[in-house]
């Protein structure tokens, strides 16, 4: 089994940075895409970025393009993502996910199979 755990979250103001990382353990991290979902109060679990396996492509949720950026580091077995320019919409519990499925559906929840516990951004108003 994989394991992923967040780490990096906080409270940061409005126009802040955060960097978020995922370390990941109990499997070959580079047979993995990686992703960022993210969940506010009452509201669905939304994507926000992926990496493929190599970390050559990556993909963005419109919401946050220009703004955060998705890496891996195989080597080390971890991925991050380094938020810029927060935002008060950006405050939710932050999801490393694991996909084993197709590139293509990677915007949807449905394509990892692993998960970790999450961590809290929070963006003042």
């Known amino acids: 089994q994989v394991q992923l755990v967040e780490s990096g979250g906080g409270l940061v103001q409005a126009g802040g940075s955060l960097r978020l990382s995922c370390a990941a353990s109990?499997?070959?991290?580079?047979?993995?895409?990686m992703g960022w979902f993210r969940q506010a109060p009452g509201k669905e679990r939304e994507f926000v970025a992926a990496v493929t396996r190599s970390g050559h492509n990556t993909d963005y949720a419109d919401s946050v393009k220009g703004r955060f950026t998705i890496s891996r580091d195989n080597a080390k077995n971890t991925q991050y993502l380094q938020m810029n320019g927060l935002k008060p919409k950006d405050t939710a519990i932050y999801y490393c996910a694991a996909a084993s499925g197709l590139w293509v559906n990677r915007q949807t929840v449905s394509a990892y199979d692993y998960w970790g516990q999450g961590t809290h951004v929070t963006v003042p108003s």
């Open positions: 109990g499997g070959t991290f580079s047979n993995y895409a």
